[in-house]
């Protein structure tokens, strides 16, 4: 996006935790709605332009969500 000087649209579906909570394998029956944001444009074509497009992403989906931010470096994945 922003080497082609495009916007970033961000998409957030709400409603999935309910329909498949967390440490289950089934899904249950539920409502999800897909939620579109605002776009997000790029103001230039540095890196730190895609970090910021990035991290704006992420705290829009999150808050629409209603999740909590997640530290990817703080995840431990178990290889057993």
Request: hydrophobic share 45%.
């Amino acid at each position: 996006a922003v080497e082609m000087n495009r916007p970033v649209l961000p998409i957030a579906l709400v409603g999935t935790r309910a329909c498949w909570p967390d440490e289950r394998w089934l899904l249950t029956h539920g409502s999800i709605q897909l939620v579109v944001g605002s776009r997000l444009v790029p103001n230039s074509t540095e890196w730190s332009e895609i970090v910021r497009l990035r991290d704006a992403a992420r705290v829009w989906i999150a808050r629409e969500c209603g999740e909590p931010m997640v530290d990817r470096r703080a995840l431990i994945i178990s290889e057993s």
